[in-house]
């Protein structure tokens, strides 16, 4: 393939198994949730934040040229921000918050579901172990995430009145990052990924990143949306403590 | 707690957490599920089978003791066998062969769901990277195998037409297998987790291992028996070539 052929083949894989295409996302941002139900999503998606600066850390680890090094640190940036009030994991307690979750219980991680921290590890294991162009390629998610953000955003101030701006800031800085980050990612996977081998490496790894995004919506779907589900131990809204049995 | 207590409160948490109780398990026992979806739970618990000998092998990996290394050997036997035909795995294989399922895709694991994958990873990541102790823990669920493969096995032959004895023979040896090893780690639990913090942490480690046995059914349930849920590229009974678009 060549890189235009390679590009396309990743776009591709996006439009078929980008979690955008995921039946939570469209409750979620038709406001087809209830409050507890879009608490249950924050919870949740707080482990997956809480992962990103890991793994990204992971990359820079196995990384031998300060260039990349020092491109990706600007991940660590955005996500770890400069003090405990700054940056992406900070904005997203903000948004716990504003849905009247405890930020401490949310940053404990242990109410959310076994299977969101399972997809989690699933991807620092995955950026931590494969190669580096693999580690880089399982970013391209990002890709795509411009599109579901925007949709997010205005669904979600349209559609809930327990939703504000204030809450929903983590998105509008990720509406700059995202993009950024993804065009670099691209750019080194089109310039690395030369032989066959590599290129279906690279398709590969995009793929399990889809796989991790779609795991966490699937166990959120079926532990929120579909009555009885939620797995012993984890966040209940409706539960006397907020646990359930 | 003495050991006893600590027993007893092991115990506990398997009598409400252990799989047993999941809604997956009424349905396979009771023949409510048509053989695609039988075929799908032989197919995604072949995973777990197959991070069974690895998991032990990360324990054994870990011990300084000749003697619970011995011990922890006769599970490699158990799963690995002595030749090809032998042992758990293939036994697992010819299980999933009686079903009509190619052994060939079954041992490759491509097509089940990420969300097994990730939960079976998970288990393996815990026992090579937390304490000995907790690591022996982990395995005791094995104290609640006995019960549920007995209900299983008489179950499963009295519901399905396509299941016969020789499939389950898998089950036949966990029945000697289980109780020997289960009996071998709680008494090694017992001894060493005197100081709080120890037995906290061997609860926890049971409780653990739960939740990556009830994410496994969660994941089957949500794909297999709420229709229109099978995540992309995953095993579809009824797909033209068996995978979800």
Chains 1, 2 share one sequence.
């Not at 190669?131 to 809930?160: C, D, K, Q």
Request: aromatic content about 8%.
């Amino acid at each position: 393939m060549t890189a235009d052929e390679l590009e396309a083949a990743l776009r591709e894989i996006g439009r078929v198994r980008y979690h955008a295409n995921h039946p939570f996302h469209a409750l979620l941002h038709a406001g087809k949730l209830d409050k507890g139900q879009v608490q249950a999503w924050a919870l949740n998606r707080y482990c997956y934040q809480a992962a990103i600066p890991r793994k990204d850390a992971a990359l820079i680890a196995r990384c031998e040229d300060p260039a990349l090094r020092r491109a990706w640190r600007r991940r660590l940036v955005d996500h770890d921000g400069s003090d405990a009030e700054d940056g992406g994991l900070a904005r997203w307690l903000t948004l716990a918050e504003g849905l009247q979750l405890d930020p401490e219980a949310v940053r404990r991680q242990n109410l959310a579901l076994p299977a969101t921290r399972f997809a989690c590890e699933a991807y620092v294991r995955f950026v931590a172990e494969r190669s580096l162009l693999e580690a880089v390629a399982s970013s391209l998610t990002e890709l795509f995430a411009p599109e579901i953000i925007s949709e997010r955003v205005a669904g979600m101030l349209r559609n809930y009145d327990f939703i504000s701006e204030a809450t929903l800031a983590y998105f509008n800085a990720r509406l700059t990052q995202a993009p950024r980050d993804s065009s670099d990612a691209l750019a080194y996977v089109r310039c690395h990924a030369r032989a066959p081998a590599e290129q279906q490496a690279v398709l590969d790894a995009l793929t399990f990143k889809c796989d991790v995004l779609w795991a966490m919506l699937d166990a959120l779907y079926h532990a929120y949306v579909i009555p009885g589900h939620i797995p012993p131990g984890a966040f209940d809204p409706a539960g006397p403590d907020g646990l359930a049995p």
